[in-house]
């Protein structure tokens, strides 16, 4: 187990990058704590698979430095960073034995059977498939396929990381739940630093302490879940994660007042420091109050999702969403209010803190 | 919901039905008629039975053609099949190459096997041919019309030269079709490059490589051409495998009730063979 230091890097499939865009991932400065759980987050392109195959050193990074507890491994190939992957088709070795599989890593580093026997038991307990060890790997589903492959990660302990390239892709929606609790689970008992591609956001919130937001290769916001939904640092995050994701609308700003069409909004506090750039206004849904004071709206169509309803509205000619509850009423003539919690702004689509 | 049953449809088949019997069943039942009756021309046909069967069967003729052809068989596959997969490892999977290589693999296979044999049978020859003068200049003494090692080598290598590029492609075919995931969680369990092939590449071959054995078996138990046009089946008998043997039987001494009779236990043979190939292809990797 390590910590991870990554220390300005940057990618660029291509072989004479100049210009910003030529980079697939554009300047990575972070440190991942270890034995932290860790889940890369971001639509596909933003460079989260770059980023991970850097850290198993599948790939070099055009620029910068990797390092493991504090040493510089940018030159060590993948088998000596020791490290695991799982990827997000299960790869298993068709002809051997469950308990071959599992066995395969530490017989390829020359353990003694004695050792490999005891570690391989050990693990093969934990995924569960210790009444398989015997059978035939080709013949499992896809659920304990990739379980296999986690297993081969865990049964090295000495492992530096176990990286998760969208692991349960081609999973059943009610296994994925299983196997998500499952890794939850050995990360407590074992503290692996974990890091976890995907680009479901559920699957992000509910496996990681620390989310890492990407988007065009960059990082736009680490936090737990918490931060992410209550204070998105980019609009890009509010979008992205919630559902419906954060409503953004253009404002201009004086002092503590957001003037939004005919509408002024009072702000929890005036914004620090100069704004550059186009300014917005983002809210949630969750904090949109819908009743009889206000702002007017139209509606234009509610939708019930079970325990709540989607409200869709047209605020000053901009469509905003709105989450009402289960028996929540919808006025004759509607109105909405912004809950001042609930609040950011935000400049060039950063956001801006606000003072007291 | 009903299905509509029309028998009528089978007229359809009719076509490739009249197709078949004219150009497989009627020549094949042709072979069967001379078989069980004897003739001496004329038209006039006498009821033989299974006497010309027995008469194969006992012939220790029939058994060394046999014995040779299986030896050449067994001999091409020991070599075609591991340089096969040796050179498929070798071919680049991305770029240039892999145009140049796929199209210089595929060349040797479209040439007609009658040119084939009448490459290396001037390639060979000790006067003017290549290979021949050519080692002939370096004090070996090769003659294939002589000696019958030097007839077998020759075969062998020719049969080598034109036949190993399909072993190549089909393994080449099953090899990129392996996704890249594979070779980098090898990487990342530390396994050597004889156990990335022995645990990934050679099980994802597997399938093409049964193809491969039985395409390369059957070719060569039919060998026919290329050895006649060299060697013609000598010096003496030591180049003569079944087919070579079953024309010289039928049209060189005219025994047209043994050649058939010939024909069919080929012909059986063949067919047992491929039944057999073909359970083991469709029930591999079928247990669970």
Redesign the interface.
Known sequence: MARIDLEHIRHSYLPNPRADADYALKEVHQSLEDGGAYALLGPSGCGKTTLLNII?G?LRPSEGCLLFDGEDVSDR???ERN???V???P?I????TVYDNLA??LR??GLPEGEVDRKVREIIGIIGLADRAKR?A??LTADQKQKI?LG??LVRSDVNAILFDEPLTVIDPHMKWVLRSQLKQLHKRFGYTMVYVTHDQTEALTFADRVVVMYDGEIVQIGTPDELFERPKHTFVGYFIGSPGMNVVPVSVQGRTAHFGGQAITLPGAPEGSMTGPVELGIRPEYVRLGREGMPVTISKVEDIGRRKIVRASLEGKEIAVIVGEDGEIPAEPHVAFDPAGINIYADSRRVELGG | MQKTWNNKAWFLVLPVLLLVAFSAIIPLMTVVNYSVQDTFGRNEFFWAGTAWFEEVLASDRFWDSMGRNLAFSAIILAIEIPLGIFIALNMPRSGWGVPVCLVLMALPLLIPWNVVGTIWQVFGRIDIGLLGRGLWELGIDYNYVNDPFDAWVTVIIMDVWHWTSLVVLLCYAGLVSIPDAYYQAAKIDGASRWAVFRYIQLPKMNRVLLIAVLLRFMDSFMIYTEPFVVTGGGPGNTTTFLSIDLVKLAIGEFNLGEAAAMSIIYFLIILALSWVFYTVMTNYGAER
């Not at chain 1, 070795?93 to 051997?96: A, F, I, L, V």
Request: charged content about 20%; hydrophobic content about 30%; proline content about 4%.
């Open positions: 198993s599948l190939s993948t088998q490290i695991a992957q990827f997000q088709f790869v070795y068709d002809t051997m395969f890593p390829n580093r035939k080709r013949g492959s081969r990660g």
